[in-house]
Every structure is written in C-alpha cells, then in structure tokens.
C-alpha cells in the first residue's frame, strides 16, 4: 500500500520565505468542463475545457512577532503581486507555483490556539517535481 505521512512538507514563498508552523496544506486544481450531450445520448457527456490551477489553502499557528510567520504573511498579503511558491513533500518531491495571497484570516478561540488560514490563488502552470531516486 503506498501512502505518506505529510510530517516534514513545508510550504515557502518568494517574499514571505519558509512558513512556519504549518498545520494544513491543501492542493487544489480545477477544470471546467463543456457539456456535449446530444439528444441521442443516453447521459450527459463532457469534455475538457479551460485548467485552473486553483489554489493552495494552508493554516499555521499564529506568530506575532516581527519575524513571526504573521508579519511574513501580511508583507506578501499586501504587495498584491504573484510570486513562487513552493510546497516540498518528505520525499523532496516539489509543486512549484505562482500565485498571490487573496484571503489572509486570524481565528483566536478563547479555549483552543490562535490560527491563520491562507488562500493563495495560483496563475499560470504549475509544476510537480517528482521524487529523486
């Protein structure tokens, strides 16, 4: 059976640098579909169109302080430009994007840890990089 444990992935951008803390990372493309069904079809029938690249969407524990993984994050929040971004897996293989951050969230519980949630929106083609062997 294959699997991993996802313990060691790191996320990294170009202007925020290697977030810490990381708790949850989410990869998710999308592609839109053009319905073809004709009357003498018996199901719908689909084919491929446009390929988003979606986004990555990742929570980390919060870190305030000036070097902290907040201050990283609202720094690339706030150029509103794309840059790279790198999800690196335990077994060195690599996704590779461009993307801008377009959600930035704090969630502060009174009985639980304080959480950032980040949506990254990518643009472009990205690229996974499979294991070295």
């Known amino acids: 059976m294959a699997g991993q444990s996802g313990a060691s992935t790191t996320l990294s951008g170009a202007t925020a640098g290697t977030i810490g803390d990381v708790t949850n990372i989410t990869i998710t493309e999308t592609m839109e579909t053009i319905d073809v069904t004709s009357m003498d079809s018996d199901y719908r029938e689909f084919i491929a169109s446009w390929k988003d690249a979606g986004e ?78």
Do not use: M, R
């Open 56 to 133: 990555i969407t990742f929570t980390c524990n919060y870190d305030g302080s000036a070097s902290g993984v907040a201050d990283a994050l609202h720094t690339a929040y706030a150029t509103a430009t794309a840059e790279a971004w790198t999800v690196t897996f335990p077994d060195s293989s690599t996704f590779a994007c461009s993307g801008l951050i377009t959600s930035l969230g704090t969630a502060i519980p009174f009985d639980d840890k304080v959480t950032q949630d980040v949506t990254i929106k990518l643009t472009g083609e990205p690229t996974f990089t499979d294991k070295a062997t």
